[in-house]
């Protein structure tokens, strides 16, 4: 589909006011949505009638509206129902600069390494990212295509996975190498959910309007690329990351799950790379959008 026919569906603030669900039409202007849902999980829950409502309010639209420019994009959930899950390792050649780093050789698993990032870290697509030096000064950058669930499903089969699928977005799984590889007995938890270490955004495109299986994934610090793959690069497709994650554990609309980052890492380069304050971190996919943060000292 044209990038111009994709439905875009934001969570926005204007002039102060309170977070509320809309979309951008193909002029750049914000359509409000908030009397379809109070707000994003609201409205994936709401289901196939509210987003045929969506679609129909943006093509009516025009150049109503407040510009795009005018109004502050929050996460397009703001505050997931749940831990931000995340699958670590799912592209090869990360693995196996990930074994680099650990000095030891290993196989890819045979199941996906799932782990979660706490709500708190979640970030809109253009605000600051924070830095705190008495936390942490090994901050690096996973740019990753986001899956958004829009049915709830329990022991999901493959081949019906993808139904359950609402949308995708783009994240940056921000990471502490320190506490996640040493500092504080090697956290994972710890070390991925430092609060707003999850810029998400801009906006959600529907499931309908974007085939996942083979977009570019960008990352960017101060405009020079870092990390620059495909997700069909994945080992693990997305339709065995729905079936295992939901193995016994229901998944939830308006669940996020980070699908894993290409190689380029700052913690594998040589001599390693972290950000630093003032950095601008672009996180880019082909067919969603962009996300562009700076690193602030707090």
Same mark, same amino acid.
């Given at each position: %589909?044209?990038?111009?026919?994709?439905?875009?569906?934001? !969570?926005?603030?204007?002039?102060?006011?309170?977070?509320r669900?809309?979309?951008?039409?193909?002029?750049?202007?914000?359509?409000?949505?908030?009397?379809?849902?109070?707000?994003?999980?609201?409205?994936?829950?709401?289901?196939?009638?509210?987003?045929a409502?969506?679609?129909?309010?943006?093509?009516?639209?025009?150049?109503?509206g407040?510009?795009?420019?005018?109004?502050?994009?929050?996460?397009?959930v703001?505050?997931?129902?749940?831990?931000?899950?995340?699958?670590?390792?799912?592209?090869?050649?990360?693995?196996?600069?990930?074994?680099?780093?650990?000095?030891?050789?290993?196989?890819?698993?045979?199941?996906?390494?799932?782990? &979660?990032?706490?709500?708190?870290?979640?970030?809109?697509?253009?605000?600051?990212?924070?830095?705190?030096?008495?936390?942490?000064?090994?901050?690096?950058?996973?740019?990753?295509?986001?899956?958004?669930?829009?049915?709830?499903?329990?022991?999901?089969?493959?081949?019906?996975?993808?139904?359950?699928v609402?949308?995708?977005?783009?994240?940056?799984? &921000? +990471?502490?190498?320190?506490?996640?590889?040493?500092?504080?007995?090697?956290?994972?938890?710890?070390?991925?959910?430092?609060?707003?270490h999850?810029? %998400?955004?801009?906006?959600?495109?529907?499931?309908?309007?974007?085939?996942?299986?083979?977009l570019?994934?960008?990352?960017?610090?101060?405009?020079?690329?870092?990390?620059?793959?495909?997700? +069909?690069?994945?080992?693990?497709? *997305?339709?065995?990351?729905?079936?295992? *994650?939901?193995?016994?554990?229901?998944?939830?609309?308006?669940?996020?799950?980070?699908?894993? &980052?290409?190689?380029?890492?700052?913690a594998?380069?040589?001599?390693?790379?972290?950000?630093?304050?003032?950095?601008? *971190?672009?996180?880019?996919?082909?067919?969603?959008? !962009? *996300?562009?943060?700076?690193?602030?000292?707090?």
């Amino acid at each position: %589909m044209d990038d111009a026919r994709r439905l875009r569906l934001v !969570t926005y603030v204007a002039e102060g006011g309170a977070p509320r669900v809309g979309a951008i039409s193909a002029a750049d202007r914000v359509v409000d949505l908030g009397d379809l849902a109070a707000d994003m999980p609201g409205l994936i829950a709401a289901g196939a009638e509210a987003l045929a409502a969506a679609r129909r309010r943006v093509a009516a639209a025009g150049g109503d509206g407040p510009a795009l420019g005018a109004v502050r994009l929050l996460a397009p959930v703001p505050r997931p129902p749940r831990n931000v899950y995340c699958i670590g390792w799912n592209y090869v050649e990360h693995f196996n600069e990930g074994a680099a780093m650990r000095l030891q050789p290993a196989q890819m698993p045979e199941h996906p390494v799932i782990f &979660t990032k706490g709500t708190g870290a979640v970030n809109g697509p253009f605000d600051p990212i924070p830095f705190d030096p008495a936390v942490s000064e090994h901050i690096d950058w996973e740019a990753e295509l986001a899956v958004v669930i829009g049915k709830a499903g329990r022991n999901i089969a493959e081949a019906a996975a993808m139904d359950h699928v609402f949308g995708y977005t783009v994240v940056n799984d &921000t +990471s502490a190498r320190d506490m996640q590889q040493k500092k504080h007995g090697g956290q994972w938890f710890k070390g991925k959910s430092l609060d707003g270490h999850a810029p %998400m955004g801009p906006w959600i495109v529907p499931a309908a309007d974007l085939d996942p299986f083979d977009l570019r994934v960008i990352c960017r610090v101060n405009g020079v690329v870092k990390q620059d793959g495909r997700t +069909s690069q994945m080992y693990f497709k *997305l339709p065995r990351i729905l079936a295992e *994650l939901s193995l016994g554990l229901t998944l939830e609309p308006g669940d996020v799950i980070c699908t894993g &980052t290409p190689p380029g890492v700052g913690a594998a380069r040589t001599p390693p790379e972290f950000l630093r304050p003032g950095d601008v *971190l672009e996180s880019e996919i082909e067919g969603i959008g !962009t *996300l562009r943060n700076r690193i602030e000292r707090v």
